[in-house]
């Protein structure tokens, strides 16, 4: 990796934080600075804009989300127990997630819906990622044979994530796990029951 990679990562990683907790129009470019130790010039010889600067944020962002799920489900040795390691990800993210301010795809998701097509085509794509990867785990636990043939797989992943999405919501705005507990417990027992 060259040191322009090197700066822009570091930018990335630097300021994912600020707007996951501020949000794009609520970030200044003192906020950027302040955060980075970088001056204007320095970032936007890096960066074409703001816009750029939190795209790569949002990336970084997610990806250390993706890493954290990686590890979870590293030592797993079935798919529902895979499927049970997201849950508990997510029960223990609500209050402690990986990028301070709560889920990236959420918070991101939520300011780009009304004013930045461009950001919301980048965020859809990670929903449907977040969703298929679900949908993948289900369809070969069926396949392996740990869960029952017939079950509507895509409409199960929906369910299981924007039930998760809702609480982290929910939990976030109380300071309270309650809601993410309940979400996680039905969820659990909806596994229970599709299994053989």
């Known amino acids: 990796m060259g040191k322009a ?4 990562q570091l930018i990335a990683q630097k300021t994912a934080p600020i707007f996951n907790k ?3 129009e609520a970030t200044s470019l003192t906020d950027l600075t302040a955060a980075t130790g970088l001056t204007k010039g320095a970032l936007y010889g890096n960066f074409k804009d703001k816009s750029e600067i939190r795209r ?3 990336q970084y962002a997610m990806e250390k989300v993706r890493s954290k799920v990686r590890t979870q489900l590293g030592s797993c040795t079935s798919y529902k127990e895979q499927l049970q390691a997201l849950l508990n990800f ?6 402690n997630p990986p990028i301070p301010g709560g889920c990236p795809l959420l918070n991101t998701a ?3 819906d009304d004013n ?4 919301r085509k ?3 794509k990670e929903l449907n990622s977040t969703v298929d990867f ?3 785990l289900l369809q070969k636990g069926i396949a392996a044979g740990e869960f029952r043939g017939g079950t509507n797989t895509k409409a199960l992943a929906y369910t299981f994530f924007c039930s998760i999405e809702g609480a982290i919501m929910f939990s976030r705005v109380e300071r309270s796990d309650a809601s993410m507990k309940v979400v996680v417990t039905h969820c659990k027992e909806i596994l229970d029951q599709i299994s053989k």
């Open 56 to 58: 790569e944020s949002f």
């Open 122 to 124: 980048i965020v859809t």
């Open 5 to 8: 990679e090197k700066t822009r």
């Open 22 to 24: 501020k949000g794009f």
């Open 116 to 119: 930045d097509f461009s950001m």
């Open 110 to 112: 939520i300011e780009a």
């Open 90 to 95: 997510y029960a223990g993210y609500v209050l």
């Open 134 to 136: 679900i949908d993948q």
